[in-house]
């Protein structure tokens, strides 16, 4: 299968584009800022891409199947003005595509953060209101691609990731940090230990936009979560248990956070992705953890 994929060098991107790439898919890559080491496995093929710009011919004449868009520009800066940076970028090269003659189904990466300031479980039918400009920007572009999508007679699967982890994600992200952390001999700073969310492994992430291409008949808004809460305790916890072999220093800090772990955080329900995509994530918070310790040392 044809597929153009966005954001191909970044966290998510780097690795599906080698995913795709093994399971025989001919993908081209775009990213603003090419990065060898991020650009998928050997031989793959790479166009810089600035996003709303006029489409370089060579990829008006690859002419894909499938649109895999993942670029956003600037994170971790989400104010206003990178935002609406990125709707009018986004949009303007959704008109672009038109050019693209045998597009039949697109992917994109939403966000859990499209549902706002909501806690507990969250329904993809739920309505919403943006309580920031990400997530307005997300809900905004949502509504944009599926009306595009519809005129045009494309499928449009917009998946709303969860805390997605792994190996090559920020450094500064939670789980990164503890890892870091722990390997430093360091006592991690648990200063919420209640606070929670849901974290998913790449891994399952992968799976899921690979089920999405390459199922023949599936569209919509899809959660991508692990389906349950983690507390920063409970991943503090793993993280000194993976790496050291016990949770002395995260025990002191324990007490009960089942019933404030779903008043604090998002949850995805993660029952249409099961019904619509046969998917369901396989990677437990400890083995996601060991597989990002080991595969980021």
Same mark, same amino acid.
């Given at each position: 299968?044809?597929?153009?994929?966005?954001?191909?060098?970044?966290?998510?991107?780097?690795?599906?584009?080698?995913?795709?790439?093994?399971?025989?898919?001919?993908?081209?890559?775009?990213?603003?800022?090419?990065?060898?080491? =991020?650009? !998928? %496995?050997?031989?793959?093929?790479?166009?810089?891409?600035?996003?709303?710009?006029? @489409?370089?011919?060579? +990829? $008006? *004449?690859?002419?894909?199947?499938?649109?895999?868009?993942?670029?956003?520009?600037?994170?971790?800066?989400?104010?206003?003005?990178?935002?609406?940076? =990125?709707? !009018? %970028?986004?949009?303007?090269?959704?008109?672009?595509?038109?050019?693209?003659?045998? @597009?039949?189904?697109? +992917? $994109? *990466?939403?966000?859990?953060?499209?549902?706002?300031?909501?806690?507990?479980?969250?329904?993809?039918?739920?309505?919403?209101?943006?309580?920031?400009?990400?997530?307005? %920007?997300?809900?905004?572009?949502?509504?944009?691609?599926?009306?595009?999508?519809?005129?045009?007679?494309?499928?449009?699967?917009?998946?709303?990731?969860?805390?997605?982890?792994?190996?090559?994600?920020?450094?500064?992200?939670?789980?990164?940090?503890?890892?870091?952390?722990?390997?430093?001999?360091?006592?991690?700073?648990?200063?919420?230990?209640?606070?929670?969310?849901?974290?998913?492994?790449?891994?399952?992430?992968?799976?899921?936009?690979?089920?999405?291409?390459?199922?023949?008949?599936?569209?919509?808004?899809?959660?991508?979560?692990?389906?349950?809460?983690?507390?920063?305790?409970?991943?503090?916890?793993?993280?000194?248990?993976?790496?050291?072999?016990?949770?002395?220093?995260?025990?002191?800090?324990?007490?009960?956070?089942?019933?404030?772990?779903?008043?604090?955080?998002?949850?995805?329900?993660?029952?249409?992705?099961?019904?619509?995509?046969?998917?369901?994530?396989?990677?437990?918070?400890?083995?996601?953890?060991?597989?990002?310790?080991?595969?980021?040392?």
């Amino acid at each position: 299968m044809k597929i153009l994929l966005t954001g191909a060098t970044g966290f998510i991107g780097a690795k599906l584009w080698s995913v795709l790439l093994h399971r025989g898919h001919d993908v081209i890559g775009v990213s603003r800022h090419p990065s060898a080491k =991020n650009i !998928g %496995a050997s031989g793959a093929r790479h166009v810089r891409y600035v996003m709303g710009e006029a @489409l370089p011919d060579s +990829l $008006v *004449s690859f002419s894909p199947e499938v649109l895999v868009h993942l670029a956003w520009n600037g994170i971790p800066d989400f104010s206003a003005k990178t935002c609406a940076e =990125n709707v !009018g %970028a986004q949009i303007r090269f959704l008109g672009e595509t038109e050019k693209f003659k045998n @597009l039949k189904k697109v +992917l $994109v *990466s939403g966000s859990c953060l499209e549902y706002g300031d909501k806690k507990g479980l969250c329904h993809e039918t739920e309505a919403v209101l943006p309580d920031s400009y990400f997530s307005w %920007a997300k809900q905004t572009l949502s509504n944009y691609f599926r009306l595009f999508c519809q005129q045009r007679h494309i499928g449009l699967l917009w998946f709303r990731l969860f805390y997605v982890y792994g190996p090559g994600q920020r450094s500064a992200a939670l789980i990164p940090t503890l890892i870091d952390v722990s390997r430093a001999g360091r006592k991690p700073e648990i200063k919420n230990p209640s606070a929670s969310n849901d974290f998913i492994y790449i891994d399952d992430v992968l799976d899921a936009f690979v089920k999405g291409i390459e199922h023949r008949e599936c569209s919509g808004v899809l959660n991508l979560g692990s389906g349950r809460p983690a507390s920063v305790l409970e991943v503090a916890q793993t993280v000194e248990n993976v790496l050291k072999g016990d949770t002395n220093y995260s025990n002191k800090h324990a007490r009960t956070f089942e019933e404030e772990k779903l008043k604090s955080g998002m949850v995805a329900d993660i029952s249409q992705a099961k019904s619509v995509l046969g998917w369901e994530p396989n990677t437990s918070l400890s083995e996601g953890i060991e597989k990002t310790w080991k595969l980021s040392a």
